[in-house]
């Protein structure tokens, strides 16, 4: 099940990204952006998706319950007194009307298609921020910050994805960094301040280290550990490239935008990892319930785990020196036109040393 919950997460925010990229592309004139394609089975498989992959944790709930209440019973109760039940209907209700809006029109025919489109996706990502555990915790400022950091991210990530994969050419390119790179900047610092208040209402910040001995705190590890190679990336598509392109030196940018991509696909499979581990409200008791994450058992097998300090030696030092050896590295396989896959190799060799290296610092 566990497997389920982590995939279904990572493609449901795969699903908000490519309805909110298409209908904002189709929003830009086509002289500022490359020809884009997406089949009309993918924007319908879209749709749907939101609700039924957004039902999982609705479903994980009746699956915890119907043994005692029965099935028909359960499915009632979860849908009509359960908050993230309500708000699936919600979601579900939406998502039809869309998928219903999507069948006859051709989005590049009229802007008013893509104006509703985009008008009902930001509202199903609303109805999503209205069922999140921020939510729960602190209403109308759980809700604002989640919405706001999901939106961040589906318009960045989302906008990089349809390009990425559904470019018939690469025409105008310069024209598309001079406003996607700015508009990919803002959403980055939207997602960094609205990331650290969501941190901020299930944990102290001054603990973020202390949550590592849960499995939590290894998930949001590895997950700001798998941003870093993101940025690398960004950097070389967004200045790099550039460069490139205006001196005029002929380059098709779209193998590295699908790097960036797929590295993006590992961070939503993480964050949906991340989505099914309990919060760190309490630490010490969440260690004294859960115990201790079977990886940070690997480097430590004191019971003594609360609070952590920092006593880098030798090897760890040595370890977060070739992890910054490897991301160097990855902007080097761009710089010298290595094999593209040697990027992500290094990526996933910054991710894993660097993870080893803060291990053995505590």
């Known amino acids: 099940m566990f497997i389920i919950n982590v995939l279904s997460e990572a493609l449901l925010y795969l699903c908000f990204s490519v309805l909110l990229g298409t209908f904002i592309l189709h929003l830009v004139p086509i002289a500022f952006r490359p020809e884009i394609k997406v089949p009309k089975g993918i924007l319908l498989t879209a749709a749907i998706g939101v609700a039924l992959l957004s039902f999982v944790p609705v479903l994980k709930i009746i699956l915890y319950l ?159 550990l798998a941003i870093v190679p993101l940025l690398a990336f960004a950097f070389i598509n967004s200045v790099l490239i550039r460069k490139k392109l205006t001196i005029g030196v002929p380059y098709n940018p779209i193998p590295w935008t699908k790097l960036e991509s797929i590295v993006v696909l590992i961070i939503f499979a993480i964050t949906g990892a991340l989505g099914q581990e309990s919060p760190p409200h309490d630490i010490e008791k969440t260690v004294k319930v859960e115990g201790v994450s079977k990886s940070f058992n690997l480097f430590h097998q004191s019971d003594t785990i609360y609070p952590l300090h920092f006593s880098p030696g ?22 010298k036109k290595a094999p593209k896959v040697l990027s992500l190799v290094m990526s996933l060799l910054f991710i894993v040393t660097g993870y080893i290296a803060l291990m053995m610092s505590v």
């Open 66 to 224: 119907y043994k005692d209440l029965g099935i028909g019973l359960t499915i009632q109760s979860v849908l009509t007194n359960f908050e993230i039940g309500k708000s699936w209907i919600r979601t579900g209700v939406i998502s039809f009307i869309l998928f219903i809006f999507l069948l006859p029109i051709k989005l590049e025919r009229r802007k008013i298609f893509s104006i509703t489109g985009l008008v009902f996706t930001i509202a199903l990502i609303a109805a999503l921020g209205w069922s999140s555990h921020a939510s729960s915790l602190s209403r109308w400022p759980g809700f604002f910050t989640h919405t706001a950091h999901f939106l961040a991210v589906s318009i960045w990530i989302g906008i990089l994805v349809v390009v990425s994969w559904f470019s018939t050419n690469h025409e105008n390119w310069l024209r598309f960094l001079k406003w996607f790179s700015p508009l990919a900047l803002t959403c980055l610092l939207m997602i960094i301040v609205t990331g650290i208040c969501l941190m901020s209402f299930v944990m102290d910040l001054s603990d973020y280290a202390d949550t590592w001995p849960l499995s939590y705190g290894q998930a949001l590890l590895v997950k700001h």
């Open 314 to 335: 030798i090897v760890s030092i040595v370890l977060l020196l070739l992890a910054l050896f490897f991301l160097a590295l990855l902007l080097l396989t761009f710089i």
